[in-house]
């Protein structure tokens, strides 16, 4: 069977939009001769669109979007995924559906039955789990239509008591017994750097245990918080997987199930594969608000340094502005390197000194502060003086400002609220300082656009006098390490000190997460790489007796 | 049987002060003869710990508070709520369960059926549904326990496609087959302004239905954005309520099922509630995380007038701090109206003109400005630089700030982001303003606490000369009309407008609610007082095409 994988970028409830690109595919792979062409999960509405599916008028246009794409179905049949409604009379309103579109018609809807409830995933809101299995049969053919999570035979768990379990159906077991030809799965399955192979293991090893070839098509483009990075591919019944497409952007292919022609990608490392999400995380986060231009602060420090490359790659120079901010603990190399910065990267740049305002605030207020010594109050007057500007220039011109914190400072909350943690979107929100350091080397492969001062200058927040973070931080290699264990990992504190940490640095650590959930409620989206991003998919009480 | 009812408030995560005063109540109980005390769903942990439950070590001290609370139970049996694992190959690692307690031993755990995973709730994340029903035999008597969402039958959802359905399962169908004498239900049910007899109306339906009495166990107190009222009842077969314990607070009773003594609560009308839920919000927020004092900007206006008001109550005026922060376009009347407000209550304050702050930004920006007419970028200004200096008096002093914006303004993003809409609460970010007028006549009711002219002046941000709501906003009474229906009922633009409001009215406000789900994204948490709270019960994707 000749099967066109469709791999596409959608805008969620941008239903002309998702329409367009959806019959653009229907025709291109009617022309080169498919005779089914495959798209992804909700790709009518685009995944996830949270509680827009409560919303009657939001089903509807999704049903209306669903008989147009259909009508396009002539000489093609297509697979697209789309919410459609439980006619029954229990469980939620609507199914996650794969609709089979044929005949100008939707001749057969087959629903999800496996829906995910852990990290970022939220379908049981939404979603009554199907509990029926049939296979499709078109051209002589029985398609077994799985969605994503379909797939799955464990629940994807990384809490460490218990045994991993598995779901309470195997879709994949129950559609076997009908002896299908073809495995079909239309997938929104976001990227996550440390989870890389996780998904190929899966594909093949139901293709091995079924003995049946799988077609897989998953989205690609940002979501806000979630990139989707493709790699549709089609698996043989030996496990082999003859066919893959790109990472990080649309691509189409038609493949003949029978004699697959090689379509092969390129493997790269992890720190290649979190600067592509992160370009296009800014990107699409940009074109889709119907956003163009940027704006942030520059400090001379590899953040800033690192988000401004990135946001150039992302839209372009002449759509990027810096603002250099100092104040008098900037050292003199802090604004140079800045400089640099800046023209290496042929951006726009503005300096305005903070220290006036500063100066001011502190007037004001030390009627009230009553000589007390200097310290974290005066620290955050900076950092939001410098919040202001930033927004300043943001709402004059329409710039969106980008925030700088990264991973390891958002988890032990080295940022002040309303100051440096402002901004639209978080680009390193879910890279660990460590990484950051890798992101720069990699941006200056070719040459040197993050100055060389940057990167290996030791890190500071310059609100005092000769500030490093080291003077209240350990060393990033081992804060992060840390980190990772209790972040991603769930360890608990003991288990961590078990591993030969210093007990008094993880217990700090711990507590510095623990205590800063109240400035990460209040954060911006964060760009979501790792396989526990803060965000939504990481859900901790504010208020409760951590330690 | 002799019942006793323990209406608790408990802190997450804190498993001592929690034993503790579930012991308490158990001997409380033994001394005045009951023979069975029932506490409230996840009792234990306190509802809800959300990814906590992910934790080895969370779980862990769990059970071991249980085995500890269960030593207590000598002579008498008590009903706990709390974790426990699922031993078995499938599904999710945890039940959501009610143990029988009973010499000195978990002697029975019964598990949650039906997971609510509408609006604020998500238990389906960490929790795998019961699907065995089977009654506690004790003291001669068989008890149908059940947790909460178990004896709700409908689905309560209030998208309005499709019919309303039923769950998959009814617990007390399948209970009622076992000729149970009595049910029990351990519930965490927050409050609700406008779901007032709806928890009520099921106990009633229920107990008429099935011809059997219920007790009922609700929690009381606040975590974070949830406030649960207590309310706990016994419901007699015939549906009459013959016993109800106190709301919004603790308490306690021992109730003879076969002899109940009579006890009830006055009845007080929805303003009256809302008050005392936020008092309860805003001083449970502080004792849980360990805060005392209180800062906020004085306006001169009736949010910040109302939310001065209610945190007073809550938490003491030497414990409450108001600053006032004029700006050029400040009124007399404003400054005149906040001093006496803040003398009324007799709390501290101070005065700090922004002027000069607002003055060296503006100097500072005139370069990159280029006489670009003023707007909305010196408009927030304005209202940052108070932020700034508001949360300075924070970190200097320990106070937390409280946010004053209310529901309307929220909804259609009528605040400064990094400005006004900074706070580490939302007092009336569920409360819209034709209720901060209602509220503050109640706060009124003996004597004139907020100054008349704070509620009568026509409501302004006073960011630009003789600025006033009404210049660019509807009236308040069309405009909360008009969000209620777009927002707590789900209501399409459309469905408004045939209701009769002006077609332009009702997309502008449609439109304004739409574009500034990134401001809410930012916002602080919101004491929940209505069926649909901005926060984690509404979650809207950010990256989307509306309209």
Chains 1, 2 share one sequence.
Not at 11 to 35: S, W, Y
Not at 139 to 163: M, R, S, Y
Not at 189 to 209: D, T
Not at 447 to 465: G, Q, V
Request: hydrophobic share 40%; proline share 4%; glycine share 6%.
């Amino acid at each position: 069977m000749k099967i066109a994988l469709a791999q596409l970028n959608y805008h969620i409830a941008n239903f002309e939009d998702n329409a367009e690109k959806i019959i653009t595919a229907i025709n291109q792979a009617k022309n080169e001769g498919a005779e089914l062409v495959v798209f992804s999960e909700l790709s009518v509405t685009g995944y996830y669109p949270h509680d827009l599916l409560e919303r009657k008028e939001f089903i509807e246009k999704a049903s209306q979007t669903v008989e147009k794409i259909a009508q396009a179905c002539q000489g093609i049949a297509a697979l697209v995924g789309a919410p459609s409604i439980n006619t029954g009379s229990r469980g939620k309103k609507l199914y996650n559906s794969a609709l089979f579109l044929n005949n100008g018609k939707v001749e057969a809807i087959r629903n999800k039955s496996l829906l995910p409830t852990y990290d970022i995933f939220d379908e049981y809101r939404h979603f009554e789990p199907n509990q029926e299995f049939n296979v499709i049969e078109f051209n002589g053919k029985k398609l077994a239509v799985t969605i994503c999570e379909d797939l799955w035979d464990e629940q994807p768990t990384q809490n460490e008591f218990g045994k991993d379990k598995l779901y309470q159906t195997s879709p994949l077991e129950e559609l076997s017994k009908q002896q299908p030809d073809l495995v079909i799965n239309l997938s929104a399955s976001p990227f996550s750097y440390n989870q890389e192979n996780w998904r190929k293991n899966i594909l093949v090893k139901n293709a091995v245990k079924y003995r049946l070839p799988i077609v897989y098509v998953n989205q690609t483009g940002a979501q806000t918080e979630l990139i989707f990075d493709g790699g549709s591919c089609f698996v043989k019944e030996d496990g082999s997987i003859p066919v893959e497409l790109d990472y990080f952007k649309e691509d189409f292919v038609v493949v003949d199930t029978e004699r697959p022609v090689e379509k092969k990608q390129e493997q790269k490392d992890y720190i290649a594969k979190i600067h592509q999400a992160l370009v296009l995380g800014i990107r699409d986060y940009f074109q889709k608000m119907r956003f163009t231009d940027v704006v942030l602060g520059l400090s001379g420090g590899i953040d800033s340094a690192v988000v401004c490359a990135l946001a150039v790659e992302a839209l372009g120079n002449e759509h990027v502005r810096g603002i250099l901010m100092p104040s008098r603990y900037s050292s003199d190399h802090s604004v140079a390197d800045a400089v640099q910065l800046a023209e290496n990267l042929d951006i726009r740049y503005d300096i305005i000194s903070i220290q006036n305002m500063v100066n001011e605030f502190e007037n004001q207020l030390s009627p009230i502060f009553e000589n007390l010594p200097p310290g974290v109050a005066e620290e955050n007057i900076q950092a939001r003086a410098r919040g202001i500007l930033v927004m300043a220039v943001s709402n004059k011109f329409g710039n969106i400002l980008l925030n700088t914190t990264n991973k390891s400072e958002c988890a032990i909350g080295y940022g002040t609220l309303y100051g440096d943690m402002n901004g639209g979107l978080s680009v390193l929100g879910d890279v660990y300082k460590t990484d950051v350091f890798k992101l720069a080397r990699y941006i200056n492969r070719n040459e040197e656009l993050i100055p060389e001062n940057s990167i290996i200058k030791p890190p500071s927040a310059e609100l005092r006098p000769d500030q490093k973070d080291t003077d209240t931080l350990p060393d990033y290699e081992i804060l992060d390490a840390i980190l990772f264990k209790y972040i991603e990992l769930n360890q608990s504190p003991e288990e961590i000190i078990k591993q030969g940490f210093e007990r008094e640095t993880v217990l700090k650590t711990v507590r510095m997460v623990n205590q800063n959930e109240y400035k990460r409620f209040q954060a911006p989206p964060i760009l979501r790489v790792s396989s526990k991003a803060f965000g939504f998919g990481r859900k901790m009480p504010l208020v409760a007796r951590y330690f």
